[in-house]
């Protein structure tokens, strides 16, 4: 029985770590987040400098291995008429799981419990008095915040159909051009860590990846942030400037919502401006309709040809997607996990609250 206990052990160093780093913000903050992590990164770059993902081909591996090998005992059990062998199986992939999940928390989860991403919000004056800065959410009621993003979409989408205004609409031009935009965006993030920006890698298997509504992942095991590059080109800055944010420390969805938006404002590049602009409208104009739909209706109205066209294609594209099987059960593993292993009470709604964040980060 006791062998059979050590198996949880892992589980309940990782809760009791859990529970201590939630405790402990400002513990997590001085050395996890400031040392720890990214002494980690840096010295796991090699993986990085690869030009093919490593955390599908782990991944792979690891559900063979637990789908193949229970299948097998199963099989081994009822020949021999031996449930034991089944138990076993079964208590070594528990085992493994929660070996996985203590090497994820220490590697880079405890970063969901880090004090909250915040500015200062002020700035000094020629005669050193302190006066507040301009927030990038410019309107002082959501409706009105709504309509200033469709303005900006409004101005940025026809530079995109200019095509001597971008570089490429290529998804692995646009991947390539991270890094840029987040150096280009450090005056505006003071709160980024000084370690090198990864260039974020595809994901593979998008039909999949699309299939089950993921955008994008990051892997804390390679240090990977991965991308599925068949989202639309309207998502794909954003997705990725997320994945990237997610592969610097930071855990909270929402947060790094915010900071790919911010990273995507402070660009030059159209293509993501426009992305970022489209995102932060679309969480925007989610939350308007739960609660005034007529309002939700006239924001529409509002937009330009080109960019409802792009707001109403990129609904479609996941909407078609949003009803399989596979779909619901990603959804709800996705919210359980950030409900119960990353301590976000909203789970996946926390994505939503960026537009609040939005609204209070303060800019030039």
Not at 342 to 355: C, F, K, L, M, P
Request: proline share 6%.
């Amino acid at each position: 029985m006791i062998p059979y206990m050590l198996g949880l052990l892992p589980w309940l160093i990782a809760a009791v770590g859990a529970s201590l780093a939630r405790a402990n913000p400002a513990w997590v903050d001085a050395s996890f987040a400031a040392r720890w992590y990214p002494f980690l990164a840096r010295n796991i770059t090699f993986v990085n400098r690869l030009k093919f993902p490593i955390a599908p081909i782990l991944a792979a591996g690891a559900a063979a291995w637990c789908v193949l090998g229970l299948v097998m005992a199963i099989a081994r059990s009822l020949a021999r008429r031996d449930a034991r062998l089944l138990l076993k199986a079964i208590y070594r992939r528990v085992a493994a799981a929660g070996c996985a999940f203590l090497l994820m928390y220490a590697l880079w989860g405890a970063q969901y419990t880090r004090s909250p991403l915040s500015p200062s919000g002020v700035k000094a004056s020629g005669d050193g008095a302190v006066t507040a800065m301009a927030a990038y959410g410019a309107g002082d009621s959501l409706s009105k915040q709504c309509a200033a993003w469709i303005t900006q979409a409004n101005r940025i989408k026809p530079r995109i159909r200019d095509s001597g205004a971008i570089r490429s609409n290529d998804p692995m031009d646009v991947l390539a051009r991270v890094p840029a935009a987040f150096e280009n965006a450090r005056a505006a993030l003071p709160s980024l860590p000084d370690m090198a920006i990864p260039t974020p890698k595809p994901l593979g298997f998008d039909k999949l990846f699309s299939s089950a509504l993921v955008e994008g992942m990051y892997f804390p095991f390679t240090f990977e942030a991965l991308v599925n590059t068949s989202v639309p080109m309207v998502d794909l800055p954003f997705v990725a400037c997320h994945e990237v944010a997610h592969a610097l420390g930071f855990a909270r969805e929402e947060e790094a919502n915010l900071i790919a938006a911010i990273v995507c404002a402070e660009s030059g590049d159209p293509v993501f401006r426009y992305s970022g602009v489209m995102c932060s409208l679309r969480y925007g104009l989610s939350d308007l309709a739960a609660r005034d739909p007529g309002a939700y209706w006239t924001m529409l109205e509002r937009m330009s040809d080109g960019v409802r066209g792009d707001f109403v294609n990129r609904q479609q594209y996941w909407r078609e997607r949003q009803q399989t099987p596979l779909a619901r059960l990603a959804a709800r593993v996705n919210d359980i996990f950030l409900m119960k292993a990353g301590g976000e009470a909203d789970g996946a709604r926390s994505y939503g609250n960026v537009v609040q964040l939005l609204r209070d980060w303060p800019r030039e």
